[in-house]
């Protein structure tokens, strides 16, 4: 089970940080990404972490803005995101999936298996 928390409102510029809880037994095998999907387009990938030293992949978009992390002991993966545009607004999702230990990380939604209900993010201008 992944829950996300922390969307909201807020001005170009601003900051928000997103929570993923997560079920998982330990964070280690998985890859958990975040995706996100604005109204009328398909939804995108955004960032991922996972494998023991917690490798990261983000979209270009992204690149310098958004951070992710986790906390394995909470067993939550977070992502800040700084700098924030208009262009960074819709729903943003948390999802995981198996293998990253030895695995690559991707930012494809088919390949995740588990995803949560989602936050919404709107960014005014």
């Known amino acids: 089970q992944l829950v996300e928390s922390g969307g909201g409102l807020v001005q170009s510029g601003g900051s928000l940080r997103l929570s993923c809880a997560t079920s998982?037994?330990?964070?280690?095998?998985?890859?958990v990404g975040w995706f996100r999907q604005a109204p009328g387009k398909e939804r995108e990938g955004v960032s991922c972490?996972?494998?023991?030293?917690?490798?990261?992949l983000y979209a270009e978009s992204v690149k310098g803005r958004f951070t992710v992390s986790r906390d394995n002991a909470k067993k939550t993966v977070y992502l800040q995101m700084n700098s924030l545009k208009p262009e960074d607004t819709g729903v943003y999702y948390c999802?995981?999936?198996?293998?990253?230990?030895?695995?690559?990380?991707?930012?494809?939604?088919?390949?995740?298996?588990?995803w949560g209900q989602g936050t919404q993010v709107t960014v005014s201008s």
């Open positions: 999802a995981a999936v198996g293998g990253a230990i030895g695995g690559i990380p991707t930012l494809r939604p088919g390949w995740y298996d588990y």
């Open positions: 998982l037994g330990s964070l280690d095998p998985y890859f």
């Open positions: 972490i996972g494998g023991i030293e917690g490798r990261t």
